[in-house]
């Protein structure tokens, strides 16, 4: 199985702080990494795909990048719905998550 | 606007199946594109894909390893869903389940099932 790493696990900022989330594959991956936003009590939902294509209706200050086993998410401008926990997921081979990044209030 | 709804008991006693179902709405079980998946959420195991079904001309599964003997993900076209059922359940997969839509090789998870908590207890 591929393994994926995220760093860190939780993550203390502000409102209007730029934020990088990263995530690591055990073995290359290409580009099939996708980004989710989970807040409590609810499903995840799917923000990047691809390792960097925004999905519909995803606000432009979230953006992905990284290719073979290094991978970041980046929120520009961290807003206050933003505060969520985050979830890479590979699927180049089968499907796996990384355990996640909480993203919270510093 | 595709929507999934999740049906099915939320408690199984150990050793017995576990079923759920998911109805789709707009969308298509025999999709050539899309593949309909299950995936759980714990606080020890975290997020776990499952499985899925999808058809390619002909109807395929593929299954994780961790539950391969124990699992079956079945479409039903009749009635546009799709079902899980994993058998000789234990504590450990006491979890949320969450039917899924995969929709293509490209796009990964896009609609998500409301989740159905799933309590394995005597």
């Known amino acids: 199985d591929i393994q994926m790493t995220q760093s860190p696990s939780t993550l203390s900022a502000s409102v209007g702080d730029r934020v990088t989330l990263t995530c690591r594959a055990s073995q290359y991956i290409s580009s099939w990494l996708a980004w989710y936003q989970q807040k409590p009590g609810k499903a995840p939902k799917l923000l990047i795909y691809?390792?960097?294509t925004l999905e519909s209706g995803v606000p432009s200050r979230f953006s992905g990048s990284g290719s073979g086993t290094e991978f970041t998410l980046t929120i520009s401008s961290l807003q206050p719905d933003d505060f969520a926990t985050y979830y890479c997921?590979?699927?180049?081979?089968?499907?796996?998550f990384g355990q996640g990044t909480k993203v919270e209030v510093k | 606007q595709v929507q999934l709804q999740q049906s099915g008991p939320g408690l199984a006693k150990p050793s017995q199946t576990l079923s759920l179902t998911c109805a789709i709405s707009g969308d298509s079980v025999s999709s050539n594109t899309a593949a309909w998946t299950w995936i759980r959420q714990s606080p020890s195991r975290g997020l776990e894909w499952l499985g899925k079904?999808?058809?390619?001309?002909?109807?395929?599964?593929d299954y994780a390893l961790s539950v391969k003997s124990r699992i079956t993900i079945s479409p039903d076209p009749s009635k546009n869903q799709f079902s899980l059922q994993l058998d000789s359940v234990t504590p450990e997969d006491t979890a949320v389940y969450y039917c899924?839509?995969?929709?293509?090789?490209?796009?990964?998870?896009?609609?998500w099932g409301q989740g159905t908590l799933v309590t394995v207890s005597s």
């Open positions: 691809k390792a960097s």
């Open positions: 079904t999808y058809y390619r001309s002909k109807w395929y599964t």
């Open positions: 997921q590979q699927y180049n081979s089968y499907r796996t």
């Open positions: 899924v839509r995969e929709a293509s090789a490209a796009r990964p998870f896009d609609y």
